[in-house]
């Protein structure tokens, strides 16, 4: 995309009713000061396009979703395609997800998902893992009691580090898959596919997934 079609997708951005960044003055008050109810509510990190987030919208009509990513660019087609098909379950943050916790307050989110993820893979950055335990510690701090957490993955070093981080922190793991599309039959949760999940799965890499309770 050129640097022109960037600039004029931030500026649209900027005037989406469904799109917020580092101003926005929601902690604790999503339900009721942007979606206007009581519902439960997702959040999905590193949402890219918002492929995740809006599938999950559409199947879950009674929950509120909300797609975090860094790059405006992105986070524009996931919020035009939730204006253009009328979806008022969700919303977009554009935050580092280092952040969260200034925007959401404890006890507000329900489930996350972390879907295709930066592995980060050298061992020096492993703090920057969104599976890492000093982002586990973010997620503990905003999640209900028994909120769930989803990780999809084709990287098999993230996959791992993530299971070794969840023992370390002695988290209740409730299912680990190391080849979704191998199995007969699986959640169709985990039937929505990505772009970037799309790419891998033409390369012939096994889609993984994780979840999991702090």
């Known amino acids: 995309m050129g640097a022109k079609r960037k600039l ?17 003055d929601l902690k604790g008050k999503w ?6 109810n009581s519902n439960p509510i997702t959040l999905e990190l590193g949402c890219g396009k918002g492929e995740y987030t809006l599938q999950l919208a ?14 405006g660019a992105r986070l524009w087609r996931g919020a035009k395609t939730a204006l253009d098909d009328g979806l008022q379950n969700v919303a977009f943050l554009r935050i580092f997800i280092d952040h969260i916790t200034d925007f959401f307050a404890p006890d507000e989110v329900e489930e996350i998902w972390i ?44 996959f ?5 981080t969840l023992e370390q922190e002695k988290v209740q ?12 039959d699986f959640p169709e949760l985990l039937n929505i596919k990505t772009t970037y999940e799309l790419k891998h799965l033409e390369k012939g890499l096994k889609i993984k997934y994780i979840c999991f309770k702090l």
């Open 8 to 24: 004029q997708r931030f500026a649209e951005l900027n005037t989406f009713s469904n799109t917020f960044e580092l101003q926005v």
């Open 31 to 36: 339900a009721s000061d942007y979606f206007k």
């Open 58 to 71: 559409r199947q879950f009509p009674n929950r509120n979703f909300i797609g975090i990513d860094i790059k």
């Open 115 to 158: 879907t295709f993820p930066d592995p980060f893979p050298k061992a020096k950055r492993a703090n920057k893992r969104l599976t890492s335990s000093s982002f586990l510690a973010r997620y503990r701090s905003l999640l209900k009691k028994d909120g769930l957490i989803h990780l999809k993955t084709d990287n098999e070093a993230l």
């Open 160 to 164: 791992q580090f993530t299971l070794k």
């Open 173 to 184: 793991i409730l299912t680990v898959l190391d080849n979704i599309y191998a199995l007969a």
